[in-house]
């Protein structure tokens, strides 16, 4: 490997490995119905995924922080059912193209808003078990997406510097959380935010099939085929 070698993959999860819109949308349009408030579109709630949950509605409407508290504990008791009846599944080549870097030695984890114990649970679920070196969610750091905190904890985690890793995300918040720790920045447009948006945080590159970040690593270790 060169000096620029890519050793590790931070990945987002919901609208990067996950195709997770339609239960997260469901969910929170009915979190807002139960709660007898205004209920957003699919676009308004697209925009604020991968924030952490208490911030997705604060950013939605203003509401107050006990008011969030409750929204934040009626989405949790209605995700588990809509969980099951819209049963997420990896976007198109999510499975294979991990496996292929895994067995070409890369470290993968995940930094992501979404509590550690769902993430294990998708995990699980796409028997993606023994893949992921570290996975970090909302509840093991103390300052979320964009803060660099759950970059830095994975890098300590696992014995990297920020030179070593590259960060993806369908989010701005995924890109400035990486470049805030210093990492390099991949951005996916196949997920929940806007190509503006995505552009404006200008990550160091875009792609539009998970597939291709194999061929991006390759090219930057110098290992072109």
Not at 33 to 62: D, R, W, Y
Not at 72 to 98: C, G, H, M, W
Not at 143 to 171: N, S, Y
Not at 179 to 207: F, H, M
């Amino acid at each position: 490997m060169t000096s620029n070698s890519i050793r590790l993959i931070i990945l987002d999860f919901d609208g990067t490995l996950a195709d997770t819109s339609r239960v997260i949308i469901a969910t929170m349009q009915a979190t807002l119905k139960q709660m007898n408030m205004t209920i957003p579109n699919a676009e308004q709630v697209k925009s604020v995924i991968g924030l952490p949950l208490k911030e997705c509605f604060t950013h939605l409407m203003p509401m107050d922080d006990d008011t969030a508290r409750r929204c934040t504990e009626t989405y949790r008791e209605i995700f588990d059912q809509k969980n099951q009846e819209l049963a997420p599944q990896p976007f198109p080549n999510v499975d294979s193209t991990l496996h292929r870097v895994h067995n070409d030695g890369l470290s993968l984890a995940i930094a992501s808003s979404r509590s550690t114990r769902s993430l294990e649970e998708f995990i699980d679920r796409f028997g993606w078990n023994g893949l992921f070196s570290d996975v970090i969610g909302a509840d093991k750091v103390t300052k979320a997406k964009p803060h660099p905190e759950p970059v830095e904890r994975i890098l300590a985690d696992l014995h990297f510097l920020p030179k070593d890793a590259l960060v993806v995300g369908d989010a701005p918040y995924d890109i400035w959380m990486g470049k805030n720790a210093s990492t390099r920045t991949c951005a996916v447009t196949y997920g929940n935010a806007q190509l503006e948006s995505l552009s404006e945080a200008k990550p160091d590159w875009v792609i539009d099939d998970f597939e291709k970040i194999e061929s991006l690593i390759l090219q930057q270790n110098g290992k072109i085929k």
